[in-house]
């Protein structure tokens, strides 16, 4: 059974940074693509960052520039850095994970708050 764990949420003035940590059980971390979403109150789930097994980097334009994905395989440690935090960034953050030749990402975290005042 694999497990996602978020943490480092919390409550941030707008300009502010946050990083999130990921932690993911088991022995077989480095196989995973990983990504963030986010879901603000009465919107739908968005997507935030991807990192693919080799490191390569993805990111939708609201946040590219001010959001960083990285991974830590020793650690089996995906991390979300957010600096130049908006009050539109207010949501619940998910860490999610993609394993080797599945196309959608099938192990969920619990979702972490993040509140970015204004």
């Known amino acids: 059974q694999v497990q996602v764990v978020e943490s480092g949420g919390g409550l941030v003035q707008a300009g502010g940074s946050l990083r999130l940590s990921c932690a993911v059980s088991?022995?077989?971390?480095?196989?995973?693509?990983m990504g963030w979403f986010r879901q603000a109150p009465g919107k739908e789930r968005e997507f935030v960052a991807a990192?693919?097994?080799?490191?390569?980097?993805s990111y939708p334009d609201s946040v590219k520039g001010r959001f960083t994905i990285s991974r830590d395989n020793a650690k089996n440690t995906v991390y979300l850095q957010m600096n130049s935090l908006k009050p539109e960034d207010t949501a619940v953050y998910y860490c999610?994970?993609?394993?080797?030749?599945?196309?959608?990402?099938?192990?969920w975290g619990q979702g972490i708050q993040v509140t970015v005042s204004s």
């Open positions: 088991g022995r077989t971390f480095s196989n995973y693509a």
């Open positions: 990192i693919s097994r080799s490191g390569s980097t």
């Open positions: 999610a994970g993609k394993p080797l030749f599945r196309n959608e990402y099938d192990y």
